[in-house]
């Protein structure tokens, strides 16, 4: 019996598993990437959320943007042109010299952070 067609085989057998490996960790890792979060109406009026979020916004937020976002070092906010997720995304990942706080901040506390911004006890 020759054994290079067998050696063959079985190198082949093993490249693919291998390569099926990767297809799985790969598919794994994107199913557990960070989905956007859902920003009800009855979240974004919960009082607690806005509280949450005020008291984050004092301690972190209000350093750069001042106290209802002007006046202070980082550019004026205009909360009611926002969607929350754009909101979100922004507390989340930065934006030019705004710091991403994802490694700081829970994704319960970046929301309660939108929802303060978003409130009327923010920008009346």
Sequence with gaps: MNKKPLAALVAVSL??????GI???????????E???EFTDAYM?????IAAGEEIWAEQCRHCHGYS????????LKPGRYK??????????GFRKM????EIY???????VVAYIKSRQFSP
Aim: net charge positive; hydrophobic share 40%; glycine share 6%.
């Design 35 to 37: 989905k956007p979060p």
């Design 106 to 112: 829970n994704r319960e506390e970046r929301m309660s």
């Design 23 to 33: 297809g799985v960790m790969t598919a794994v890792a994107q199913d557990s990437a």
């Design 69 to 76: 976002a002007y006046p202070g070092k980082a550019p004026k």
């Design 45 to 49: 009026n919960d009082p607690a959320n």
């Design 84 to 93: 929350p997720n754009f909101v979100f995304d922004r507390v989340t990942d």
């Design 15 to 20: 490249f693919a598993g291998a390569w099926a």
């Design 99 to 102: 710091p991403a706080w994802k």
